[in-house]
T-cell receptor
């Protein structure tokens, strides 16, 4: 069945270093939508990025991701981490009115 | 600005009790969802409703039941809560696939 796999658990970075959170997915559907949601402490998840176009970079709030259907990946990147980027990040896959979330990756950015 | 509203914010109850959580969205979306976010922050979809029809029903215990009066409202009832039901319950709505989440209801079962 469909599934999403993310970088496991906790990622700790020093401010200013690049961010890369991995996301790979499995689906038999040829046109999935991929999303990154971000959840800050004591808040609910909100959309950060979305894409359904193969090999097209999508950007928002300094983050970017490119859907690569050949490798079933949608990795989240940022060139320079900020303290405010500390949050829980979910990768999600949607197709045919169904949605699948990864287990989430906790990002902690330290000074 | 919050467009998905949930009540209550918190609820503490004892094993075996019945609880109900309310959700309303003012976005005009066609589909609404209930998610459970457990203590490990795993986000699991429980139900989704599209135009008052259940279209996705993940394997959840029978004591959980969604209730919808119209496409702007989707409530969640738990008939007889158990300790493992302690979690944050998130309501969401969507037009297409993008999810808009409410603030959540934190349930604690003693």
């Amino acid at each position: 069945g469909d599934s999403v796999t993310q970088t496991e658990g906790l990622v700790t970075l020093t401010e200013g270093l690049p961010v890369m959170l991995n996301c790979t997915y499995q689906t038999i559907y040829s046109n999935p939508f991929l999303f990154w949601y971000v959840q800050h402490l004591n808040e609910s998840p909100r959309l950060l990025l979305k894409s359904f176009t193969d090999n097209k970079r999508t950007e928002h709030q300094g983050f970017h991701a490119t859907l690569h259907k050949s490798s079933s990946s949608f990795h989240l990147q940022k060139s320079s981490a900020q303290l405010s980027d500390s949050a829980l990040y979910y990768c999600a896959l949607s197709e045919r009115n169904r949605i699948f979330f990864g287990d989430g990756t906790q990002l902690v950015v330290k000074p | 600005e919050t467009a998905v509203f949930q009540t209550p914010n918190y609820h503490v109850t004892q094993v075996g009790n019945e609880v109900s959580f309310n959700c309303k969205q003012t976005l005009g979306h066609d589909t609404m969802y209930w998610y459970k976010q457990d203590s490990k922050k795993l986000l699991k979809i429980m139900f989704s409703y599209n135009n008052k029809q259940l279209i996705v029903n993940e394997t959840v215990p029978r004591r959980f039941s969604p209730q919808s009066s119209d496409k702007a409202h989707l409530n969640l009832r738990i008939k007889s809560v158990e300790p493992e039901d302690s979690a944050v319950y998130l309501c969401a709505s969507s037009y297409g696939y993008e999810q808009y989440f409410g603030p959540g209801t934190r349930l604690t079962v003693l």
